[in-house]
């Protein structure tokens, strides 16, 4: 997705006072209170600073694009649990490594371990909420959830992104407690905390790797984008790989969040839209150069997508009106 003519200034929201001890907080109003900078919480107006008992709550929202890198230092003993909540493009590195360069889809998470530094660039909008975890709160926790077992750094992969619908949705109702006026109840918030960790980590503690290899995702998304004006069937992309169209279909989807097929209308999608913007093509030869078959195709995928007709939404993107 594009830069906006007028991007709105980075905010993100920070929801404190639960997963403390079994009743502190439970009974006190919470919020969400604004953040602005990336993955740095900072204090409820009505809770003091983080305590290393508790689970914190942040959520990062941005409109537009971020220009430039931003840089997370976690030099507390705690794991950083990030969920996205829309769909998104960033180049994401975890502990000096490349985690993803290219589309999130919604669900997408990821867990950074105590003491590693994040960075992200983001070339469209955000939102995610992140938790974080102190070490001895997560062991706590996961020895109830695990039966005793602890939870092996093996299982905690901090150089991957995973998806799970059912953390999306978490992450949603965690989200929506965000209203000053109408704070919520500690319990309530902390509840939905702990539904993510009994969620995320057993998961992991049991999760077989059945995600496409990172060489074989990279090949398929060059394929992609070497043929976006060209019809694509999902036989060519897996024999790019050299899978089977079944094979290739379930591990790109368990890797990436997106179908084969979604991924592909996203890109069509964003390619279109850096032409109508940096280009003075006619719409139809966007919608050909795009990979769409005619102009009433091409006129209803983007309209569907981005609630605006192609030729309105270039005047708004270049003119502000």
């Known amino acids: 997705m594009d830069a906006l003519s007028n991007p709105d200034p980075p905010v993100g ?3 404190r006072g639960f997963g403390r001890s079994p009743d502190a907080g439970r009974s006190q109003p919470v919020w969400v209170a604004k953040e602005e900078a990336w993955r740095v919480p900072r ?62 889809a919604p669900g997408a998470s990821h867990v950074s371990r105590p003491g590693e530094a994040a960075s992200v660039t983001l070339r469209a909008s955000s939102d995610v909420i992140h938790l974080y975890v102190a070490h001895h709160v997560l062991n706590r926790y996961c020895a109830e959830l695990l039966d005793g077992r602890e939870l092996g750094d093996d299982q905690i992969p901090s150089n991957s992104i995973f998806y799970d619908r059912t953390l999306e949705q978490l992450g ?14 500690g319990l309530y918030v902390e509840s939905l905390s702990l539904a993510i960790l009994a969620r995320l980590f057993p998961l992991h503690a049991s999760k077989e ?6 060489w074989r995702l990279q090949r398929a998304m060059e394929y992609i984008e070497a043929h976006l004006a060209d019809p694509i069937r999902l036989s060519d992309i897996a024999s790019s790989v050299g899978l089977t169209r079944m094979h290739f279909a379930r591990q790109f989807r368990e890797a990436t969040g997106f179908t084969p097929h979604s991924y592909l209308q996203e890109r069509r999608l964003q ?12 719409i139809l030869d966007v919608a050909l150069n795009s990979g769409f078959a005619s102009h009433a195709h ?8 981005m609630g605006t007709t192609p030729k309105d939404w270039r005047r708004r993107s270049l003119f502000g009106a």
Do not use: Y
Not at 209 to 214: A, C, E, G, I, Y
Not at 272 to 277: N, S
Not at 298 to 305: D, G, I, L, P, Q
């Open 209 to 214: 790797n059945h995600t496409v290899p990172r």
């Open 172 to 185: 949603r109702l965690l989200a929506s407690t965000h209203d000053e006026h109408d704070p919520v109840n």
């Open 271 to 282: 390619h279109a839209r850096q032409l109508l913007q940096k280009t003075d093509m006619n």
């Open 298 to 305: 091409f006129a209803t995928v983007f309209k569907r997508r």
């Open 43 to 104: 204090a409820s107006p009505s809770l003091p600073l983080a305590d290393a008992d508790r689970i914190e709550a942040s959520r990062w929202t941005q409109n537009g694009v971020f220009t430039g890198r931003t840089i997370s230092h976690n030099n507390q003993n705690r794991f950083i649990i990030g969920i996205q909540l829309a769909s998104t493009s960033v180049e994401f590195r975890n502990a000096g490594r490349l985690v993803v360069d290219g589309r999130l």
């Open 13 to 15: 929201d920070i929801m």
